[in-house]
């Protein structure tokens, strides 16, 4: 959910961005202009950082991302959650270990991208920060731009705004998108400076949000101090607390919500500090917003430290008690530096991790495609494929990485990736299908684009049969149920899939959960992805644009 925008601020952030994709331009061909001067990408774990890394060298082969920058990928620790907190202080530690003295003011982008997007599927195999946005890359116009070409495209001001000599990180995180105007911008003070969106209650109650000084609480741009933040609080917390700074368009009260944010060099050798005390081992899940931002400004308390609603191991009182020393020593150790907000009035910040958000933003949001440069009118995205003249493509539906030839047809709310359609299909309203290839073959996954991907159940339904049964699941998900047979070829396994469908659909157990076919998770499938095939099957596709 994201406050609305008028057309004329829509086009306003439509100019602006245009602006900063024409600096990333010159930072693409000018090695001397200045840019961040190490970009981190952390990652689930070893396997996907080899994915990661892969990625990252083809789109410096094809000159899509600056080569003066180094990239890093660094993986969470293997065994257990740490939450993008603690892969913050993995990764300071790493940069430390390998800059040393340069480190400290070193300028860094770190995206935080670990995770295997459950609720977006199409994304698991190469992660989100590689996902495809409905308009044309920077470099290659026949290539659709990624979310990280954005995302460096986005920030491109920043390592100019930080004073010279000075270091810096700037966190963020792989799956969404904000609009603002990167002028009124100011990286220059010690502690932590965080990008501040107009959003209303309803919204903050999902965010953290800035509570500031009553001089603050007026609408206009620049640098604020915050008494202090809170996290995902009710519509009446966020009053009670003094959050309120005006009312939204429909006359709802309206807060500073969060996004990205930076920290100074100080910042970052307390960090170090604190990671060293603790035997550099994080054992809890650090949220990096709510466990590094609640500790700040004269007003901080230490209420939210038992808290324990956005940790997945909630109930463990091991966890528990882990999480809460963590944040006590963050609290401690960050003591004395300011929290500055910086407000950004008419500013919108997107999130891009559901099927349904992409379908949203990607065909039907009018001011979000606007301030990408995209024209609002389509009703659906084809990005990065090959469709036919006489083919149909209902909106909302996103088709990528894909060929649809003649007499086709995708109906409304559908998500169609890696696939390469036979004449004249027709796909179902709200399919979700994409092909990938595995080690051992390939295989489509189909399922609904309403479907919750990460619902754990002992009926697991697929298109309303019970998979269940038929297979004697133990409780699983369709994230881990071998559902998907894994067959010789992309077209085999596309029928295999399609009469699946078919046979779901009717109230029957499609031939190949009972023919002795092996049959993969959507989980199996990422931890066995044959990458290269991918890339290479990409890449020859895009040739043919």
Avoid at 334 to 356: E, I, Q, W
Avoid at 398 to 422: H, K, M, Q
Wanted: net charge negative; proline share 5%; with cysteine.
């Amino acid at each position: 959910m994201t406050a609305e925008l008028t057309p004329e601020q829509a086009l306003e952030h439509q100019k602006l961005h245009f602006k900063r994709v024409s600096m990333y331009k010159e930072i693409l061909e000018d090695k001397e202009k200045i840019f961040f001067d190490v970009v981190v990408i952390t990652s689930a774990d070893e396997e996907q950082t080899t994915t990661f890394k892969m990625n990252i060298d083809s789109m410096l082969e094809q000159q899509r991302i600056p080569s003066q920058t180094e990239y890093h990928v660094i993986p969470d620790p293997p065994g257990r959650k740490v939450g993008c907190g603690g892969a913050t202080f993995y990764v300071l530690d790493e940069l430390a270990a390998k800059y040393k003295d340069r480190f400290a003011h070193l300028k860094v982008l770190l995206i935080h991208a670990g995770g295997y997007s459950k609720r977006l599927p199409n994304h698991s195999h190469c992660g989100k920060i590689y996902s495809l946005l409905p308009v044309p890359s920077i470099k290659n116009p026949k290539a659709a731009l990624s979310m990280l070409e954005l995302k460096l495209a986005c920030f491109t001001h920043v390592a100019t705004q930080i004073p010279e000599g000075k270091g810096g990180v700037l966190v963020t995180c792989s799956d969404d998108l904000i609009f603002y105007d990167h002028t009124q911008c100011d990286f220059t003070k010690v502690g932590f400076t965080a990008f501040g969106h107009p959003g209303s209650v309803t919204i903050g109650k999902d965010h953290g949000v800035f509570v500031l000084e009553e001089v603050e609480r007026d609408q206009g741009p620049g640098l604020a101090k915050c008494l202090k933040f809170i996290h995902k609080n009710t519509t009446q917390q966020q009053a009670e607390e003094g959050a309120i700074v005006g009312k939204t368009m429909a006359g709802e009260p309206e807060v500073y919500t969060d996004s990205s944010y930076f920290f100074s060099e100080e910042v970052g050798s307390v960090l170090l500090q604190l990671f060293e005390k603790v035997g550099k081992t994080i054992k809890a899940e650090v949220d990096a917003y709510g466990d590094f931002m609640q500790c700040l400004g004269p007003k901080r308390t230490e209420a939210y430290m038992r808290n324990y609603g956005n940790t997945s191991n909630s109930n463990d009182d091991e966890e528990r008690e882990n999480l809460y020393r963590i944040r006590k020593t963050i609290y401690d150790a960050l003591a004395g530096f300011d929290l500055n907000c910086l407000k950004l009035p008419n500013s919108r910040f997107y999130h891009v991790g559901t099927m349904k958000e992409v379908l949203h933003h990607y065909c039907n949001d009018t001011a979000f495609l606007t301030c990408l440069g995209k024209s609002p009118l389509e009703g659906n995205s084809i990005i990065e494929s090959l469709v036919d003249a006489s083919s149909i493509v209902k909106g909302p539906s996103v088709v990528e990485y894909s060929r649809v030839p003649a007499n086709c047809t995708v109906s409304e709310g559908s998500i169609v990736s890696g696939v390469d359609l036979p004449p004249g299909t027709s796909l179902p309203a709200k399919l979700f299908i994409q092909t990938l290839p595995v080690k051992s073959g390939f295989v489509t996954h189909v399922l609904s684009t309403d479907d919750d991907i990460k619902k754990a159940t002992d009926e697991l339904l697929l298109f309303g049969f019970c998979a269940s049964k038929t297979l004697s699941l133990p409780t699983a998900s369709l994230w881990t149920a071998k559902l998907y047979p894994v067959k010789a070829t992309a077209a085999e396994s596309l029928k295999c899939a399609l009469e699946m469908h078919a046979a779901c659909s009717a109230g029957k157990a499609p031939t190949c959960w009972q023919d002795g076919s092996q049959l993969l998770s959507l989980a199996e499938c990422v931890t066995g992805k044959a990458l290269e095939v991918q890339l290479e099957l990409r890449k020859k596709l895009l040739s043919e644009l």
